[in-house]
Structures are given as structure tokens and as C-alpha cells.
């Protein structure tokens, strides 16, 4: 597939694609510790209950949707709301392209403009990499200026194994003693 890629927010009318990118994690990886694929209509409420605050972004090539990177609440507690957890997932043909720094960084800008200052990221690892688990995610996220921030040991059970659980961490705006105030999606201008 050839031509530009663009970076649009996602629709719920988008579910049935990106459900056909994020199944295979599910279905084939440790990357996400869903044991099954969730049913399109639930998917559709999970994009839509994103986009009622934060950014929900897709990419697209020749109109095709090929990858998808979403924000969404670290906490439900007050005192949790200019930090949000990080979510990228590219079609498998389209890892190592430049598509995933591409997505982190418009939701990184538009982050930005919610007054959102710390992002951070879970990542499902294993020591030694196998036929469901690599590491190219705790590379992307360095690469990206993450560090780590918290590595949690056999946490997660999936294929007979266990996983662990890596967060990172990312500071993209000044942390400030008169934070200004979170701005929902619907509030800010997203050009």
C-alpha cells in the first residue's frame, strides 16, 4: 500500500476496523492480556467513552485505517487528571514504518492543549522474546522519550506463561504549583 498517511480522530463507526487490527494481539500475543476478541458493539462504547475526554486518533493510507493511538484515564481520583495512560496499535504489516511515531506524536499535541502533563504507558514483556511476545514496544516507547517508571513481575497469564508489566513514563508539559485546568476533547480546538 502506497500513499500518504494521515491522522484523523477516530469515529465509532471505526470499530470494525480496528478491531481487526487489535485482534490478532489478542488472539496471538501476550501485548494485550484480553483472552478474547471483544464483540464489535463493545468496542464501538470503549471508542466512544474515550472520546468523551480524551483524543481517539487513527491513521489511514489510500482511506485504509492501519494503525490507531488513543488516551485515556491513569486514575479515576481527581488529583489523576493532567496524567493519562497511552494506547498504540498498529496493523502487524505496518510496524517499523514510522506510523507509531506519527500517532504519539499528534496525540502528544493535542494532549498538550488539554493541559495533560504526564503520559504513561503499560508494556507487557518478557525477558526472553518468543513467538508472542517481543520487544519492540519498550523500544518504540524509549525511542519516544519515555523512561521506565515500573516493572511488575508475572503479573499477567496468557498462553500457559506468564508476563510481566513495565510501565513508562513521559513529562511533555512544565509541572507547575498553579497547574491550569484539564480540558476535555470537546473543549479545545483540534486543527
Not at 17 to 25: E, M, T, V
Not at 85 to 113: P, S, W
Not at 152 to 170: A, N
Amino acid at each position: 500500500m502506497t500513499g500518504k498517511i494521515e491522522i484523523r480522530m477516530a469515529k465509532p463507526e471505526d470499530a470494525a476496523a480496528l478491531l481487526d487490527i487489535y485482534a490478532p494481539y489478542v488472539l496471538n500475543t501476550g501485548v494485550t492480556y484480553e483472552y478474547e476478541v471483544p464483540e464489535e458493539e463493545i468496542f464501538r462504547k470503549r471508542i466512544e467513552t474515550v472520546l468523551q475526554k480524551y483524543p481517539y486518533l487513527v491513521a489511514t493510507q489510500a482511506g485504509k485505517i492501519i494503525g490507531y493511538a488513543y488516551a485515556k484515564e491513569l486514575g479515576e481520583r481527581a488529583a489523576f487528571s493532567h496524567s493519562v495512560e497511552t494506547v498504540i496499535y498498529l496493523g502487524r504489516e505496518q510496524r517499523g514504518k514510522g506510523i507509531g511515531k506519527l500517532l504519539y506524536g499528534e496525540l502528544e499535541r493535542i494532549l498538550k492543549l488539554q493541559q495533560i502533563t504526564n503520559l504513561y504507558a503499560a508494556v507487557s514483556y518478557r525477558e526472553n522474546e518468543d513467538e508472542t511476545i517481543t520487544h519492540a514496544s519498550p523500544r518504540f516507547h524509549l525511542a519516544m522519550g519515555y523512561r521506565k517508571a515500573a516493572h511488575f513481575s508475572k503479573c499477567g497469564y496468557k498462553f500457559g506463561r506468564w508476563y510481566d508489566l513495565v510501565w513508562y513514563e513521559k513529562h511533555i508539559s512544565a509541572h507547575s504549583e498553579n497547574q491550569s485546568e484539564f480540558l476535555p476533547i470537546g473543549c479545545i480546538t483540534v486543527v
